[in-house]
Antibody, heavy 126, light 111 residues
Framework: QVQLVQSGSELKKPGASVKISCKAS????????MNWVRQAPGQGLEWMGW????????TYAQGFTGRFVFSLDTSVSTAYLQISSLKAEDTAVYYC???????????????????WGKGTTVTVSS | QSVLTQPPSVSGAPGQRVTISCTGS?????????VHWYQQLPGTAPKVLIYGNSNRPSGVPDRFSGSKSGTSASLAITGLQAEDEADYYC???????????FGGGTKLTVL
């Protein structure tokens, strides 16, 4: 079945880096864009940006530039999120989510997140 | 402060109808961008509930419905069930931010 399998929880010290993986199965990863979404403890969902899985070109939301890097390895059907210079406020659950483009007409599509990973918890603490 | 505004909480008794509003502006919902709704059950990942303003993915009960008008959208849930207790998020696109945006989320409590 179609699923996104994310890597396990991480405990990191401030200033360290972390790389989260999101492996796509049941479909071809290059057929759908991939979003990344953050959820801080007790907070709502926050869109971090997306990666074009055909070109590997990332787009970052405001507030997620500089320390955040989206990447891709299509040979293993896996998307990655790397966060460097970790801060306590990076403590959150990070989700990858597939972007579905559903055709309404030949020129108009609905774009929404139809498959989500279970999330990766990153805890930053000294 | 979220770009899309949702009530922090709503509640209803089993069998009742509740609605959750999502208020945006002229740079997102009011500009014609579509609204999608996600349900997040406790301790789980979100799942799409309504896409394209009013469409239900297969497997989502018809007790859930969505609508959009002007700068707002709404999610309605009829015949409330205990299993509907969850957080609900609206999501759209914002041209000023050039990106996707979420509402702050609404916690639904089934009394």
């Amino acid at each position: 079945q179609v699923q996104l399998v994310q890597s396990g929880s991480e405990l990191k010290k401030p200033g360290a880096s972390v790389k989260i993986s999101c492996k796509a199965s049941g479909y071809t990863i290059t057929s759908y864009a991939m979003n990344w979404v953050r959820q801080a403890p007790g907070q709502g969902l926050e869109w971090m940006g997306w990666i074009n899985t055909n070109t590997g070109n990332p787009t970052y939301a405001q507030g997620f530039t500089g320390r955040f890097v989206f990447s891709l390895d299509t040979s293993v059907s896996t998307a990655y999120l790397q966060i460097s210079s970790l801060k306590a406020e990076d403590t959150a659950v990070y989700y990858c989510a597939r972007v579905r483009a559903e055709a309404v007409t030949t020129e108009y599509y609905y774009y929404y997140m139809d498959v989500w990973g279970k999330g990766t918890t990153v805890t930053v603490s000294s | 402060q979220s770009v899309l505004t949702q009530p922090p909480s709503v509640s209803g008794a089993p069998g009742q109808r509740v609605t959750i509003s999502c208020t945006g502006s002229s740079s997102n919902i009011g500009a014609g961008y579509d609204v999608h709704w996600y349900q997040q059950l406790p301790g789980t990942a979100p799942k799409v509930l309504i896409y394209g303003n009013s469409n239900r993915p297969s497997g989502v009960p018809d007790r859930f419905s969505g609508s959009k008008s002007g700068t707002s959208a709404s999610l309605a849930i009829t015949g409330l069930q205990a299993e509907d207790e969850a957080d609900y998020y609206c999501q759209s696109y914002d041209s000023s931010l050039s990106g996707w945006v979420f509402g702050g989320g609404t916690k639904l409590t089934v009394l």
